[in-house]
């Protein structure tokens, strides 16, 4: 665990273009993390930081787990890197078993990625190259929905539905429609979990379906908790109609599971918690607890078998990454799997959720707190924008939860967004959600 040495401390802020962020308000007063262990991050002068945001959406088992460290170590003096075209090495066989045998019904195939954006351009792709290998190439349009975050590859920012992460970037993928948003605060303000309006919603498939017609729409991908746009759970039921509908049309259903997988709601998978099995499902960041970069896609065996065809020798499918089932990340994979199933800590998020979303709700009658939302160990807080500066209100908030609260929160626009570890006990819940009432005071 970090004391308080000092540690870290970088002299030149310069040549670092951090993402998705304003650099230069960053710059002139860095938040920086120099340790972590457990709940928190220390700083480079070993202030302790509560971490309620799981790093970024990833580090579910908590920081530095020693049996996660351990089985990093252990790989790197052993096998420091494999390539898996062509050859392989035991992990990756033995992590794509073990997340199969988490993955709902019959998804049963993984193919290993580096990152979440990497996921979904996969999962795409396979969807894509799906009809064609069975003789329905016509299908090549993809359905996102308004809102969706799926990652920065030009595939994810053609479905995504966020405006400023499309806009700068030129014409995006062809053939992409978008589903509307599920989220009305007239209908859903302060919902706890799923929100009783809404799963008409789903319907408007049919309406895009009527007007490109099915034999033309390959697949649909949806976050089944919309979590880097606020927080948005999916209206109860409507994932079911979106299944139902992609059935009827055969496309198929991604589930685009970065975040909600490994635990956030409660389950190995969402897909679980809504008893909704899509075709595909995408996942990354607890997949190796944060610790080492991966992502990947679980497909039904049968969305495999199409591709099992033709001579023996020939590639099946033209996709891979250098680093696809790295062997540091296939331990870290092993290692945060065994923590999860030890500790029992997807079980752990769903005892916690009702401690957990009271605690968010009440912070409801703070000034300008516009709505709250709440699913497993996860609360999106809107607060009311300063008038002509979106955001400011909650950028100001972060900083404020960072060097007067020690704590670390996301925001997106003027929401505040809080996901901690799973490991995170009742009381750092109430520590948590004291800090954030108390920040919102100050910040409004
Ligand atoms: C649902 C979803 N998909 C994809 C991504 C992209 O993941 P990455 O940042 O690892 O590329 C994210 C990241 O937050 C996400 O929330």
Same mark, same amino acid.
């Given at each position: 665990?970090?004391?308080? *040495?000092?540690?870290?401390?970088? &002299? #030149?802020?310069?040549?670092?273009?951090? @993402?998705?962020?304003?650099?230069?308000?960053?710059?002139?007063?860095?938040?920086?993390?120099?340790?972590?262990?457990?709940?928190?991050?220390?700083? @480079?002068?070993?202030?302790?930081?509560?971490?309620?945001?799981?790093?970024?959406?990833?580090?579910?088992?908590?920081?530095?787990? &020693?049996?996660? +460290?351990?089985?990093?170590?252990?790989?790197?003096?052993?096998? #420091?890197?494999?390539?898996?075209?062509?050859?392989?090495?035991?992990?990756?066989?033995?992590?794509?078993?073990?997340?199969?045998?988490?993955? @709902?019904?019959?998804?049963?195939?993984?193919? /290993?990625? &580096?990152?979440?954006?990497?996921?979904?351009?996969?999962?795409?792709?396979?969807?894509?190259?799906?009809?064609?290998?069975?003789?329905?190439?016509?299908?090549?349009?993809?359905?996102?929905?308004?809102?969706?975050?799926?990652?920065?590859?030009?595939?994810?920012?053609?479905?995504?539905?966020?405006?400023? &992460?499309?806009?700068?970037?030129?014409?995006?993928?062809?053939?992409?429609?978008?589903? @509307?948003?599920?989220?009305?605060?007239?209908?859903?303000?302060?919902?706890?979990?799923?929100? *009783?309006?809404?799963?008409?919603?789903?319907?408007?498939?049919?309406?895009?379906?009527?007007?490109?017609?099915?034999?033309?729409?390959?697949?649909?991908? +949806?976050?089944?908790?919309?979590?880097?746009?606020?927080?948005?759970?999916?209206?109860?039921?409507?994932?079911?109609?979106?299944?139902?509908?992609? #059935?009827?049309?055969?496309?198929?259903?991604?589930?685009?599971?970065?975040?909600?997988?490994?635990?956030?709601?409660?389950?190995?998978?969402?897909?679980?918690?809504?008893? +909704?099995?899509?075709?595909?499902?995408?996942?990354?960041?607890?997949?190796?607890?944060?610790?080492?970069?991966?992502?990947?896609?679980?497909?039904?065996?049968?969305?495999?078998?199409?591709?099992?065809?033709?001579?023996?020798?020939?590639?099946?499918?033209?996709?891979?990454?250098?680093?696809?089932?790295?062997?540091?990340?296939?331990?870290?994979?092993?290692?945060?799997?065994?923590?999860?199933?030890?500790?029992?800590?997807?079980?752990?998020?769903?005892?916690?959720?009702?401690? /957990?979303?009271?605690?968010?709700?009440?912070?409801?009658?703070?000034?300008? +707190?516009?709505?709250?939302?709440?699913?497993?160990?996860?609360?999106?807080?809107?607060?009311?924008?300063?008038?002509?500066?979106?955001?400011?209100?909650?950028?100001?908030?972060?900083?404020?939860?960072?060097?007067?609260?020690?704590?670390?929160?996301?925001?997106?626009?003027?929401?505040?967004?809080?996901?901690?570890?799973?490991?995170?006990? *009742?009381?750092?819940?109430?520590?948590?959600?004291?800090?954030?009432?108390?920040?919102?005071?100050?910040?409004?």
């Amino acid at each position: 665990m970090m004391s308080s *040495e000092v540690i870290n401390r970088p &002299n #030149d802020l310069d040549a670092f273009w951090l @993402p998705f962020t304003p650099n230069r308000a960053f710059k002139r007063a860095p938040r920086l993390v120099a340790g972590s262990k457990d709940m928190h991050y220390y700083t @480079p002068e070993g202030r302790a930081v509560l971490d309620g945001t799981s790093g970024l959406w990833c580090s579910n088992a908590g920081h530095n787990r &020693n049996a996660i +460290v351990a089985a990093i170590k252990r790989q790197a003096e052993e096998l #420091d890197y494999a390539p898996t075209f062509q050859f392989a090495h035991a992990k990756a066989f033995e992590l794509a078993s073990r997340i199969a045998a988490l993955a @709902p019904a019959d998804l049963d195939r993984v193919f /290993f990625c &580096n990152s979440g954006s990497e996921a979904v351009d996969t999962a795409l792709k396979i969807a894509l190259a799906y009809h064609h290998v069975r003789g329905e190439g016509g299908r090549t349009r993809l359905i996102g929905r308004e809102r969706g975050y799926h990652g920065v590859g030009f595939g994810g920012i053609s479905v995504g539905g966020i405006v400023n &992460n499309r806009r700068f970037f030129g014409t995006l993928l062809a053939g992409v429609d978008h589903l @509307p948003a599920t989220y009305s605060r007239e209908h859903q303000a302060f919902s706890k979990g799923e929100p *009783e309006w809404g799963a008409h919603l789903a319907d408007e498939l049919e309406r895009i379906v009527s007007l490109h017609g099915a034999s033309t729409i390959a697949a649909v991908i +949806v976050e089944p908790m919309a979590g880097s746009t606020g927080v948005l759970p999916a209206p109860k039921g409507y994932l079911d109609r979106l299944r139902a509908i992609c #059935d009827r049309h055969g496309i198929l259903l991604i589930f685009d599971e970065v975040i909600t997988g490994f635990g956030r709601l409660g389950y190995a998978f969402a897909a679980e918690r809504y008893g +909704v099995t899509p075709d595909l499902i995408t996942f990354a960041k607890g997949v190796t607890s944060g610790s080492v970069p991966m992502g990947g896609v679980i497909a039904r065996q049968s969305i495999y078998d199409a591709f099992m065809r033709g001579p023996e020798q020939t590639i099946e499918l033209f996709h891979g990454y250098t680093y696809s089932a790295h062997p540091l990340a296939c331990a870290a994979g092993l290692a945060a799997l065994d923590v999860y199933r030890d500790e029992g800590l997807f079980e752990r998020a769903r005892t916690l959720e009702p401690a /957990f979303a009271a605690a968010a709700m009440a912070l409801k009658d703070l000034p300008g +707190v516009l709505d709250i939302r709440t699913v497993g160990l996860t609360a999106g807080i809107d607060l009311a924008s300063r008038s002509g500066a979106v955001g400011a209100r909650a950028y100001e908030a972060m900083d404020r939860a960072f060097h007067d609260e020690g704590l670390m929160m996301r925001i997106t626009g003027d929401t505040l967004a809080l996901c901690p570890p799973l490991i995170v006990s *009742e009381a750092q819940i109430a520590e948590m959600f004291d800090k954030v009432g108390r920040v919102i005071r100050a910040v409004t």
